[in-house]
């Protein structure tokens, strides 16, 4: 028996202990806690945090690392192992350059700007959540500066949400779809436009949070390991093995965003839910690779839901509980929630100009990490690129630079995966049909949880064994390439826009 492997696991284990506290601290922050307990709370996420960054630093820990990593005993390993070793040990390397008081300034620094930032977007006032952002950029920077100080803070960012991408790879996928993009958009554009006007009305809360149980349902997440709740933004948490869980935010008068939203996170928490077990306890259950799991909330959302044959087996169901829909025919439906125009909020946006919202993002991080605009200049820009990209300028700071949380907690270099998952689902889609045939029979049969299967199978089960480029040659056989992608937008929507 290796007794430096057992140690290491049962150490693990009890870091781990402290990050569920933490995760869970941070949850209920984002759902439940009222005003006065703010303080308290982002204390105590501070104190488990730092206990967790005490282990990960410990001279015993790095101990262990060092010597599991040399050749004798790393390679008697099973191959989750040594990947865990691998990751850890360039984690342990890293963290060990950040001083400890630093570390707990970042962290409860994050919670401070991420209340900031609520309360910032409710007014529509930037200069309310400006000192905070400056601070998050600068203790990012400093952050970066003291893990890896010879390299590239925003390459070093981007590698940590999608190891093995880079600035340079990324600009030319994305100009690739630039290119393709705006030319599609002006003919869209150019052509007839849905009335939208059946769908205008109030829908009942209560209910909109019943027809989200009911997709998630029937996309296949799994209640008896998740939860949900209701959050100023969406998102997904990995709690634990068996302990999923996903928000909403509802809104009276706009029920396609909650749907859609509703099937967005259950895209991320069904990968959650179906890693094999096999690798609890190993790096290999922690996906890192946002661009990987942004492709599979976006092809349940996109590919999935805005496909009108996802709707035939349920339309009926969608009516009952939302009475409105009765009376709105399915084609009208459909057109509704593929209906392509410039808009302001990027959560909101149609599959289209989505690509643009993250584009734009995109030339927003490279100026603050690679041309240090200052901070107080960045709605001026935020507002200029939408105007060049989108052909709009936001009227308030809500709708423009304060829209997203994601900088907010200092989630910078995030923002690129969105679109990288969109690209991966093109290529995911040409393969889906080569081995199960039409998706457009599949969804119209009500046959849904056979993709979910397939996706379980290809991707879900193997959690973080291989990153993003490594998944798209298992599983489509080729490089990564946005042409799919564009072959799937153009078809469907000269279909529906009749050009």
Same mark, same amino acid.
């Given at each position: ?9 049962? $150490? ?40 967790? #960054? ?47 008081? #630093? ?9 401070? %700007? ?41 390459? *070093?960012?981007?590698?940590? $949400? ?19 993009? *705006? ?8 052509? /007839?436009?849905?009335?939208? %006007?059946?769908?205008?009305? %109030? ?74 077990? *096999? ?33 035939? /087996? ?18 009208? #439906? ?81 923002? /690129? %995966? ?65 042409? /799919? ?7 469907? $929507? ?6």
């Amino acid at each position: 028996m290796n007794q430096t492997l057992e140690k290491f696991k049962e $150490y693990l284990k009890e870091v781990r202990q402290y990050d569920l506290a933490s995760t869970l601290l941070t949850w209920d922050l984002q759902t439940m806690t009222p005003p006065k307990g703010l303080e308290s709370k982002m204390d105590a996420i501070g104190f488990f945090s730092t206990k967790s #960054f005490r282990l990960l630093t410990a001279a015993e820990y790095g101990a262990m690392l060092e010597e599991l990593s040399a050749p004798e005993q790393f390679n008697e390993l099973d191959t989750a192992m040594q990947i865990t070793v691998k990751r850890y040990l360039r984690e342990y390397r890293r963290f060990k350059r950040v001083p400890e008081d #630093f570390y707990t300034e970042m962290v409860t620094t994050s919670a401070r %700007s991420e209340k900031a930032w609520e309360k910032a977007r409710e007014e529509k006032d930037f200069s309310l959540f400006l000192p905070y952002l400056d601070k998050m950029i600068s203790l990012k920077k400093q952050y970066i500066n003291y893990m890896e100080p010879d390299e590239d803070p925003y390459e *070093v960012l981007l590698d940590t $949400y999608e190891e093995g991408m880079d600035s340079v790879t990324i600009e030319k996928l994305f100009t690739e779809l630039k290119e393709g993009l *705006v030319p599609l958009l002006a003919k869209i554009q150019a052509s /007839p436009q849905p009335d939208l %006007s059946a769908l205008a009305g %109030s829908y009942d809360i209560d209910a909109q949070k019943k027809v989200q149980n009911m997709l998630l349902d029937y996309i296949g997440f799994d209640f008896e390991a998740g939860a949900v709740a209701q959050s100023a933004h969406p998102f997904t948490m990995d709690l634990c093995p068996g302990d999923t869980r996903v928000t909403n935010h509802y809104y009276e008068t706009q029920p396609i965003s909650s749907i859609f939203s509703a099937i967005h996170e259950g895209g991320h928490a069904i990968f959650g839910q179906n890693i094999d077990p *096999v690798y609890e306890g190993t790096a290999v259950e922690q996906v890192n690779l946002m661009g990987l799991h942004e492709s599979q909330s976006r092809f349940y959302e996109n590919i999935l839901g805005r496909n009108k044959n996802f709707w035939v /087996p349920i339309y009926a169901k969608l009516g009952e509980l939302l009475p409105q829909f009765q009376t709105i025919p399915l084609d009208v #439906f459909y057109r509704a929630i593929n209906d392509v125009h410039p808009s302001f909020i990027r959560t909101e946006a149609d599959e289209v100009t989505y690509c643009l919202h993250i584009i734009l993002r995109f030339e927003m991080e490279k100026a603050i990490f690679k041309d240090h605009v200052p901070t107080e200049k960045l709605p001026a820009l935020w507002n200029d690129k939408m105007e060049e990209l989108l052909g709009i300028r936001p009227s308030n700071d809500a709708e423009g630079i304060l829209q997203d949380m994601h900088w907010s907690d200092g989630s910078f270099g995030y923002f /690129p %995966s969105y679109l990288l998952g969109n690209i991966y689902d093109g290529m995911f889609l040409e393969q889906i049909e080569k081995e199960l045939g039409s998706l457009d029979t599949i969804l119209a049969e009500g046959r849904i949880r056979e993709i979910t299967a397939w996706l379980n199978e290809k991707i879900h089960k193997h959690g973080s064994l291989y990153n993003s480029r490594e998944v798209l040659q298992r599983v489509c056989g080729r490089e990564i390439s946005a042409k /799919p992608l564009l072959d799937y937008f153009n078809k469907k $929507y000269s279909e529906i826009y009749g050009f």
